[in-house]
Structure formats: C-alpha cells, structure tokens
C-alpha cells in the first residue's frame, strides 16, 4: 500500500532498527511498529517514537490521513512488562502510564484521522491503541483484550479508551474477565469499523483512506475535534458548540466552493 518515499523517526541507537517505521504514500502516510520480535509493545521507547512521528505529521498539511500498522504477527502486546516490575516505584510506574496517556492523547488530538490497521493480536494497552484509533480495520483472524485482569492487574487506562468505544456491558466483561474477542465481534460491539481477510486488509484500508484522503482536509480537521469535543458535553453545550464551528466551517473556502458547485448543479 505505502512505499513511495520513506523516512525513520527512532528513538533507537544507530545500530538497531527504527521503532517506527514512517512511509509516505501521496496524502496517506503509514506508521508501522517495528518490534516483531517483541510482538511490538509499548516500550518507552516505542512510545517515545510513535509520539515523536506523529506529532511530526500534525503539522504536515501535506498528509489528509495516517495509517497506523505492525510489523509481524501481533499488533501490539500492551507495555513492556519488563518496565513494569518490581524494583519500579509507584511514581516511576504514574510517570510510564503517564506518558502512554500523553500518547494517545496525541492520536486524538491530530487534526489527520487515524486508521488502525490490526492484524493477529491487539492486548491491554495494545487494545487501547487501536480504541484511541479514530477508525480501525482488522483482519478476520485478529483478536482482542484488556487481559491485565489475568496478572492481577485491571487495565484502568485501556479502559478508559475501551469505554468509549463498547457499550459499557461488553466492555466491562472484557475488563474483568480478561478474554479474548475474535474480529467479528470487535465490528459487532464497535471497537472496528470493517474486518476483511488478511489478504485484503492492505486493499480496504487504501481505499477507505483514499476516500477521505479526497474530502476537505479542512473540513476534516474541524469535524474530528468537534466529534469528541461534543462527546464530553451536555446535549445543550453540544448544539451550541456544533453550531459554532459549523458556521465556521461553512465560511472556508471549501464549503463555500462545494456548495457552490453543488447548487449550481441542482438548479
């Protein structure tokens, strides 16, 4: 899908692989996790590269949407249970959430949609990762968990994400039993958009990101951060926020220009 022009931001030394693999494509860029080996968790330093890429593309004007993918078998595995042991203070372990907080903050806050594209397994804070995802497509042999329950630890912050996604019900079942969802029922309780076979996974997520790659990306920008700002308000407050940046939004030059042409034709 990607493989136009290509550039690495990596928190790594120079002899290791990047963490994050960072390929343009046109207005769509790819970022890959790039620790198979590790089943590509959320290492401190894994987090500190995805974060540094993407708020490197925020300010891209050139690039409409971002894909975010992973090498190997697995999505991603949750954080790196070796940074989390016992020799790890309460505030050393605040200060590592923390920064995975910050994290998908960033995603939320890019004015580019995000996709995720899942394949094999996506765990506890790897599950989160794709819920924090604006929209998400897996393929049909991908599963899912908030599985910390198993070790005695509940996935507050995956939660967190994950109840924003799934009807409270599905998602507190999830968090407390710590089992695995397979593709299907991850699209049936809305924590992805499509499931496509694996064969077919790179195919869909090109054409879904090309369909919104073409609209405002203006437009764009300003309706993602009004979807989840309107989330968090009153039905009052919301109107009236929707209201506002709707008004806005149909004074740019491309709403005035598409409404233009779409009068223009229906006269």
């Known amino acids: 899908m990607m493989g136009n022009t290509s550039a690495d931001v990596s928190v790594a ?11 343009h494509d046109g207005p769509v860029v790819r970022l890959t996790l790039n620790r198979a080996a590790k089943y590509n968790v959320l290492s401190a330093a894994m987090m500190a590269a995805l974060k540094q890429s993407l708020e490197t593309l925020a300010s891209d004007r050139s690039v409409r949407v971002i894909v975010l993918a992973a090498e190997g078998r697995a999505f991603c595995a949750g954080h790196d249970l070796n940074e989390m042991g016992s020799e790890i203070s309460t505030n ?27 394949q094999g397994v996506a765990t506890a804070a790897g599950c989160q990762l794709v819920a924090m995802c604006d929209l998400a497509v897996a393929s049909d042999d991908a599963r899912f968990a908030v599985s ?34 397979d593709a299907p029922t991850a699209r049936e309780r809305g924590l992805v958009n499509r499931v496509v076979p694996q064969a077919r996974l790179d195919a869909e997520i090109a054409a879904l990101a090309a369909q919104i790659a073409a609209k405002s990306p203006e437009a764009i920008a300003l309706g993602k951060r009004l979807f989840y700002e ?19 939004n149909a004074g740019t030059d491309d709403a005035r220009r598409g409404i233009a042409r779409f009068t223009k034709r229906t006269v």
Do not use: H, W
């Open 13 to 23: 030394s120079a002899a290791e692989a990047p963490f994050v693999r960072v390929d």
């Open 148 to 181: 910390g329950i198993n070790l005695g630890l509940f996935c507050s912050t995956p939660a967190v994400a994950l109840s924003r996604n799934v009807l409270q019900k599905p998602a507190l079942e999830m968090l407390l039993t710590g089992e695995f969802i």
């Open 230 to 248: 309107q989330l968090e308000l009153s039905i009052e407050a919301a109107y009236e926020r929707a209201s506002d940046v709707m008004a806005c």
């Open 92 to 118: 050393e372990m605040r200060a590592l959430f923390g920064v995975c907080s910050q994290l998908m903050l960033t995603i939320r806050r890019l004015p580019q949609p995000v996709i995720a594209r899942v």
